[in-house]
C-alpha cells in the first residue's frame, strides 16, 4: 500500500516516528506557503503499518 501527505512536520521527525515499523519514506518535494513549510512524502508498506504510522504521528502531533 501506498499514502501520500503533506505536512509541515520535518522529514527527520517523520522517520523517526516511522522508525521500527518497516516503512519506505520518500521525500516527493516541498511547498512554501507563506511562512509554512509544507513536505509531500511518499509512505509505502502494508496496510496495517500504515495505519499504525498515522495513529503514531497524530498522537506525536497531538502531545499525546
Excluded: C, H, V
Excluded at 518497516?22 to 509531500?40: H, P, Y
Amino acid at each position: 500500500m501506498r499514502a501520500i501527505i503533506k505536512t509541515s512536520i520535518s522529514p527527520q521527525e517523520i522517520k523517526d516516528i516511522a522508525k521500527g515499523l518497516n516503512l519506505s519514506i520518500k521525500i516527493l518535494g516541498k511547498e512554501e506557503i507563506r511562512i509554512i513549510t509544507l513536505w509531500k512524502i511518499e509512505i509505502e508498506g502494508e496496510e496495517r503499518k500504515i495505519k499504525a504510522f498515522m495513529k503514531k504521528l497524530r498522537m506525536a502531533r497531538a502531545g499525546g
